[in-house]
């Protein structure tokens, strides 16, 4: 079957915001803010943080995770952490 | 006394000319498709096992049944000459004057409805390759005069990816069966066939084949099946497993196991779930193996697969798979590949209808859905498919 291969941080990103959150491609972007995904829920916080922990290796706080309110929110607290994003 | 002749359906017109002969003289015969006719070891040499009792009178359709294992059901001839008559009646068929055969007729719904029906009521029977051969099935429509035809739920889809905008008026009746009936389809379809009245069809192949039969716009629902048929009984056993009784369903089955007759007061299973409401009026809850448990909540995957059907006018299928936990899930095949605004609107629709245990594991997409040869997506083979694309995966 037939599947992309992930090269950037960026595209890591985007792969996981689809996965946890049920987006198809094109209702991605790095502007989408957690109240225009009503699946950025509770569970979504937790499968978020699930996701970050396994695709770039950092643990998310419980206060990081809850208080995450975007995209780019996400990317700015993963950046502190030296995990660089090239748009 | 002689063997049961085996009739292999390959050339359709030779096919129908055999089974006229057959019937007529009364010896029992099987019908198996030529796709279908190594389908199980013992089809080598099965005639021998039928006792000799049942050597007179019957038939038998080869079918993969409620258990996807391939099995012999065998009827009694006047019995379902008899359905085919009731069937005349409840569906209003005296206008029809002719049946187009899309499906092969070694489907008992397309061998009951249609080749029988015709071969009791004097209509014609028209024989195509049904979408296989989809400028041969246009032409049939559009040269239809009074005519019926019988389709099976997914071919909804595929007539309007490819007549779309069509209509055909020679056709005054149009069935459904065999699987979900396509609600969501009927604007279309009544665009399409303007002075149809259409019906849902519900039965098995162990029914030979009718249990129930509705017209489309006496329910608001795919899953809504009307009421039992005369001489048909309906019941809910436990977990709302529907069971049956029908003078018109098989008398026995064969398989790999041996010869089962079917005595007339047991109650049939066959697979799917229903509960009736205080009218008599049934109600499909899906397949015994479409409802299941993940995460300790009830997942029914009809109600997932009507919010799939009501945003995807593609087709669909999907099989069960466990996810890495152990938890059983689903994965959702679309078909053909869905555009973004087609694969958004599903997607959308998913997250706020469903919660986050009812996604499938998976959604994927491959150019062409395997049929099996009743015209429904074959889901074991679904899976196997090669040219899968996966568009979306839960992450878990």
């Given amino acids: 079957m037939a599947t992309a291969t992930l090269t950037t941080n960026i595209e890591k990103l985007k792969d996981l915001a689809l996965e946890v959150f049920l987006l198809s491609p094109g209702e991605f972007n ?17 499968s978020l943080a699930v996701g970050v922990q396994e695709t770039f290796g950092y643990h998310l706080t419980q206060d990081e995770a809850i ?14 952490r030296g995990i660089s994003f090239d748009e | 006394m002689k063997s049961v002749q085996v009739l292999i359906e390959r050339d359709p017109a030779r096919f129908v000319a055999d089974l006229e002969n ?4 009364k010896k029992t015969f099987a019908c198996i498709h030529e ?14 096992r039928i006792p000799p009792a049942y050597r007179e009178g019957h038939y038998a359709l080869l079918t993969s049944g409620s258990t996807g294992a391939p099995k012999l059901v065998i009827g009694r001839q006047e019995r379902s000459e008899e359905l085919a008559g009731v069937l005349h009646s409840v569906q209003d068929s005296e206008p029809v004057r002719e049946t187009i055969v899309a499906l092969p007729l ?15 009521t004097g209509r014609r029977l028209v024989l195509t390759a049904g979408l296989a051969r989809p400028e041969v099935f ?18 909804a889809a595929m007539l309007g990816a490819m007549f779309g905008g069509q209509r055909f008026t020679g056709v005054i009746r149009l069935h459904f069966a065999g699987g979900r009936f396509p609600q969501e389809q009927l604007p279309a379809l009544r ?21 129930t039969v509705r017209r489309a716009e006496d329910g608001q629902a795919a899953s809504d099946i009307g009421f039992p048929l005369p001489g048909v009984e309906l019941k809910s056993g436990e977990a709302n497993e529907l069971l049956f009784l029908s003078r018109y369903r098989c008398v026995a089955q064969l398989d790999g196991e041996g010869f089962h007759p079917v005595a007339s007061s047991q109650w049939l299973a066959n697979g799917d779930l229903a509960r009736a409401d205080g009218q008599g009026r049934w109600q499909l809850l899906g397949r015994a193996s479409e409802v299941f448990k993940r995460y300790g ?26 996810d890495r936990a152990g938890e059983d899930g689903y994965v959702l095949i679309l078909s053909p590949p869905p555009d973004e605004s087609h694969l958004s609107g599903l997607m959308q629709a998913l997250r706020a209808r469903h919660p986050r245990t009812h996604w499938p594991l998976r959604i994927e997409c491959t150019a062409t859905l395997p049929m099996g040869t009743n015209g429904k997506v074959d889901s074991l083979a679904a899976q196997t498919t090669e040219d899968r694309t996966l568009l979306w995966r839960q992450r878990l």
Wanted: glycine share 4%; with cysteine.
């Fill in chain 1, 30 to 46: 790095l502007d989408l803010k957690r109240e225009q995904i009503e699946t950025w829920d509770s569970l979504g916080v937790v």
């Fill in chain 2, 191 to 211: 665009q399409m066939f303007p002075n149809a009245v259409i019906f849902n069809n519900y039965g098995c192949a162990e029914a030979l084949p009718r249990l």
């Fill in chain 2, 106 to 120: 070694t489907y008992c719904y397309a061998f009951v409805n249609q080749w029988l029906w015709s071969k009791v």
């Fill in chain 2, 138 to 155: 246009r032409e049939s429509l559009r040269h239809a005069r009074d005519a019926m035809i019988c389709l099976v739920g997914p071919q």
């Fill in chain 1, 67 to 80: 208080n995450i309110t975007s995209i780019r929110g996400l990317i700015a607290v993963l950046e502190a």
């Fill in chain 2, 35 to 48: 796709k279908s006719a190594t389908a199980a070891p013992w089809l080598s040499d099965f005639p021998e």
């Fill in chain 2, 297 to 322: 909540e009830k997942i029914a995957l009809p109600n997932v697969l009507t919010t799939v059907n009501q945003q995807w006018p593609g087709q669909v299928g999907y099989y069960r798979e466990k």
């Fill in chain 2, 22 to 25: 057959h019937w007529n003289c």
